[in-house]
């Protein structure tokens, strides 16, 4: 497959990521309208985050990994009954491993909490309990969801897939504007229900396409078969994996949840911001190479295939690199910017806006190394070797934990400042440790098809043509009037890409030219 196909597959997943991102923006501001940096807003945040750790451990990011590697190989040897049977022995085991852990899941809830959310008590506590319960089964269905992406993917049906959330954040939007007239308590109830029905429509809109792509799929528990165990053995490793980063994520929130009312809420809010550049650029980049990767990766990497591999992995860096670095930049100068125009309304004021920043700007510590560890990550997947990312991302846990500790608790403290701001801590502390984890990906790939990596000519450019562009930006901002949050994030922000691009072009970045050229030629400019 040639690059220009890879970049349309890239675009298509680009896309859908976009829909479903710009549809989360409005659920969260939405959200952040009614319940603002509250304790119903820390209680829902915290709540959802105990059952995603299901549809991490086994959705998306796992299945893709283990499933498209050896499913994608079948498709490529024309073997389309092996490939649907191997579908639906995956779909049987994973409806049987799902229901378990789901059961258990509400079962265990009130013990699952004091781990997830040390620092939740009395009615807080009980509420959480509840909502935790009832998400639960959503999530699970979330799971189905993923092997329908698996099975799309494969067949390099990109769109569908990464758009589906768009389903599943409508149902939280219309959920929270038809109960509005609730207090906040009663109403992230609602808000739960409203959730589980969205995760039930996401599966069910992909399930259609994909029972025409696999006409002979049947649920059978086939663990006898190659191929099932292929997968198998991949996905306990990545799943093992994706765990500890899992764990991660975990911690952090455990410990803000020990640094008072609004941080956890402060922190899924800037993640709202920060997952969009990780999601469009890194994701969309790591999903749409992954099944290409494979089967270029074969079953045997002589020098030939390192030397295409590395190439195909350097070229993915270099376009991940030219998006992510202007966006982390946007998330250190600008974020009061974006903040505000996204959410600050009803509940969510000004002062919000500023904590959230702050928060956003730590996480852009480590936004470049997370993006590159993903496509790091799908690389060696598609080599089959699942043990080690799963090595470096047990460093990253223990750097993250250690780390999040001292930044979260005892420098607050150090500088005599509320134990709120720790939040800050905790992001930037992640960021290093994401650094760390990247450095490892990378040395080691090294050893195995060359050097890889993105010229460090390529990123003093995009580094410089980022600074002079916030630069712009914040002059813009400086000397504007007062138009509201929302007409100075347009001004501001189209000043921010317009020189940014500006500039890249000027300095004759390969990326830039390849986008402006592909625009100029689909207008029929070029």
Known sequence: MTKEAGRGHALLVGAGILCSRLFGLVRQRVFSHYFGLSDAADIFSAALRVPNFLQNLFGEGVLSASFIPVYARLLAQHKQEEADRLAGAIFALLALIIAVIVALGVL???????????????????????????????????????????????????????????????????????????????????LAWGTVLGCLLQFLVQ???????????????DTQSLHVKQVGGSFLGVAVGRGV???????????????????VAGMTTAASINLLPVSLFGMAVSASELPTLSRMAGDHVDEEVAAKLAARLNNGLERIAFFIVPSAMAFFALGNVIVAALYQSGAFTRKDSYYVWAILAGSGVGLLASTFGRLYSSTYYAMRDTRTPLRFAMVRLAFTAVLGLASALLIPKALGIPMQW????????????GWIEFHLLRRKMNRKLGSTGVAVSMM???????????????VVEHFMPDYGPIIAALFVLATYGTAYFTLTFLLRVKVCMDVIGKVTRRIGIG
Request: some cysteine; charged content about 10%.
């Open 245 to 263: 980063v899992q764990i991660s994520a975990f911690v952090d929130q455990a410990i803000s949840t020990l640094l008072g009312s609004g941080a």
């Open 207 to 221: 399930l259609g396409p994909v029972l025409k792509l696999v006409p002979n799929l049947r649920l059978r528990f």
């Open 460 to 474: 003093v450019k995009l580094w410089v043509a980022a600074s002079l562009a916030a630069l712009t930006a914040c």
């Open 108 to 190: 265990a809830t009130p013990y699952l909490l004091w781990a997830i959310a040390p620092g939740y008590t009395g009615e807080k506590r009980g509420l959480t309990i509840l909502i935790v319960r009832i998400l639960f089964p959503g999530t699970g269905i979330l799971v189905w969801s993923a092997w329908c992406l698996g099975i799309l993917n494969s067949h390099h049906k990109f769109f569908l897939s990464y758009a589906a959330p768009v389903i599943w954040n409508l149902s939280m939007i219309l959920t929270m504007l038809f109960f509005r007239h609730l207090d906040a308590n009663r109403l992230i109830v609602y």
């Open 422 to 433: 720790g939040a800050v801590g905790l992001t930037a502390s992640a960021g290093v440790a």
